[in-house]
Nanobody, 124 residues
Framework: QVQLVESGGGLVQAGGSLRLSCVLS????????MGWFRQAPGKEREFVSA????????RYAGSVKGRFTISRDNAKNTVYLQMNSLTPEDTADYYC?????????????????WGQGTQVTVSS
């Protein structure tokens, strides 16, 4: 059974930075393509970023490109999301997800394992 646990959320002022972490347990980590999604109150869940099993390929939503960086440390079974230049529009619950099949994906339904989420609040 795969478990994902996120951490690193919190309250930050606009222009600030946060780094989210997500630890996967239960299966070999390098086999999973990983993604970050977010959901703001009253809005649908949206794709943020994804990374391949080796970490060599990444993808970003247009709204975060150039500000957020996804990375992974397979030795630590951990995927990270470094978020810089945060704005109030980035306020949301952030979820990491694991995808069992090959290929980067922006579609939440292709991920079958999810963390519990970590809250990010950006004040203006």
């Amino acid at each position: 059974q795969v478990q994902l646990v996120e951490s690193g959320g919190g309250l930050v002022q606009a222009g600030g930075s946060l780094r989210l972490s997500c630890v996967l347990s239960g299966r070999p980590f390098e086999n999973w393509f990983m993604g970050w999604f977010r959901q703001a109150p009253g809005k649908e869940r949206e794709f943020v970023s994804a990374i391949s099993g080796s970490g060599s390929n990444t993808r970003y939503a247009g709204s975060v490109k150039g500000r957020f960086t996804i990375s992974r440390d397979n030795a630590k079974n951990t995927v990270y999301l470094q978020m810089n230049s945060l704005t109030p529009e980035d306020t949301a619950d952030y979820y990491c997800a694991a995808k069992p099949t090959y290929g980067l994906s922006e579609f939440y339904y292709e991920y079958n394992n999810w963390g519990q989420g970590t809250q990010v609040t950006v004040s203006s």
